[in-house]
């Protein structure tokens, strides 16, 4: 498998603009998370789902924030209308619930908003 | 829901010296305890866990160390090197309405200076 796949690996955008970010998890896994990465705050969990229903969503900051699981290999996570203020880099991860939970990581998305 | 804290923040060794990174937990029903290690500009990939059926693991120059009494785990590297400068995140699982998750700490900034 090559591992959790997202795309794009960097986005530049101006401000007020919609942003959607991609997620493939790796097949088999039916856990699916959103993490937000800055220096101020860490590594933040957004959102995620278990078997394609989102289960715990407290952690997205704003309505400007949503995120869907169409089915069990692609996620997307989508700002509209964007802010300066979302620039930092979003992971993506996914896991197994047969294991002990072990999170794989995606190579993370570099959101810029200008 | 789970709360995990870990100590220090930043922490600077000089070559050859160990590191020790602490992390408490506040669920003790938590029974899975990951370590990250991110380099720049990478993503988080495990290093070593723990499950709460044992007490200490090693896998060459790191260790992780477990008690369940106290809620506390750590991080050991010996021999460091260079290549060890890295942000290192502890984390613990969710159970209950929150199994398939991980809680991690803010993360340890390690640099071991040659």
């Known amino acids: 498998d090559a591992g959790v796949i997202q795309s794009p690996r960097h986005e530049v955008t101006e401000m007020g603009q919609e942003v959607t970010l991609r997620c493939k998890p790796i097949?088999?896994?039916?856990?699916l998370f959103w993490y937000r990465q800055t220096m101020m705050r860490g590594l933040e969990l957004l959102i995620y789902?278990?078997?394609?229903?989102?289960?715990?969503d407290s952690g997205m900051p704003e309505d400007r924030f949503s995120a869907k699981m169409p089915n069990a290999s692609f996620s997307t996570l989508k700002i509209q209308p964007s802010e300066p203020r979302d620039s930092a880099v979003y992971f993506c991860?996914?896991?197994?619930?047969?294991?002990?939970?072990?999170?794989?990581f995606g190579q993370g998305t570099r959101l810029t908003v200008v | 829901g789970e709360n995990v804290e870990q100590h220090p923040s930043t922490l600077s060794v000089q070559e050859g010296d160990s590191a020790v990174i602490k992390c408490t937990y506040s669920?003790?029903?938590?029974?899975?305890f990951p370590w990250y290690k991110q380099e720049l500009g990478k993503r988080p990939q495990l290093i070593i866990d723990?499950?709460?059926?044992?007490g200490e693991k090693k896998d060459q120059r790191i260790a992780v160390t477990l008690n369940k009494t106290a809620k506390h785990f750590s991080l050991h590297i010996t021999e460091t090197q260079p290549e060890d400068s890295a942000v290192y995140f502890c984390?613990?699982?969710?159970?209950?309405?929150?199994?398939?998750?991980?809680?991690f700490g803010r993360g340890t900034q390690l640099t071991v200076w040659p």
């Open positions: 991860a996914s896991s197994f619930s047969g294991t002990d939970t072990e999170a794989f």
């Open positions: 789902f278990n078997n394609n229903v989102p289960i715990d």
């Open positions: 723990i499950r709460s059926n044992v």
């Open positions: 669920d003790s029903a938590s029974n899975y």
């Open positions: 984390a613990a699982n969710g159970r209950g309405s929150t199994l398939g998750r991980l809680y």
């Open positions: 097949s088999g896994h039916d856990y």
